[in-house]
């Protein structure tokens, strides 16, 4: 299984930006859908943004709640799949975590991933 590591958390005023970035090892990125979940406490994880493999044209999805304000892109020769986060809200706020599904374009069911990061923290205030 592939090893990932996020990076770009941090604290921002609502109506901010954040870019997060997904640094993956010991595998080739290209061979995995990607996507990104975010945990806010007290709440399951839920879905943000996942993008295909890019042999199927590298589709993506996007939470309605986040739809309009995120981008995911990937960089294959990076091995890096990122984020773009803006007009952040205070509800935005949440542990963000990268996964990896190795088998199926099913973006939204949290069973398809196969490796997940350790997560990193974003807060937006108000």
């Known amino acids: 299984q592939v090893q990932l590591v996020e990076s770009g958390g941090g604290l921002v005023q609502a109506g901010g930006s954040l870019r997060l970035s997904c640094k993956a090892s010991?595998?080739?990125?290209?061979?995995?859908?990607m996507g990104w979940f975010r945990q806010a406490p007290g709440k399951e994880r839920e879905f943000v943004a996942a993008?295909?493999?890019?042999?199927?044209?590298?589709?993506?999805d996007f939470a309605d709640s986040v739809k309009g304000r995120f981008t995911i892109s990937r960089n294959d020769t990076k091995n890096t799949v990122a984020l773009q986060m803006n007009n952040l809200k205070p509800e935005d706020t949440a542990i963000y975590y990268c996964a990896a599904a190795h088998s199926r374009w099913n973006p939204r069911k949290i069973d398809e991933y196969d490796s997940w990061g350790q997560g990193t923290q974003v807060t937006v205030s108000s």
């Open positions: 993008v295909s493999w890019r042999w199927i044209g590298a589709k993506t």
């Open positions: 010991g595998g080739a990125l290209s061979t995995y859908c």
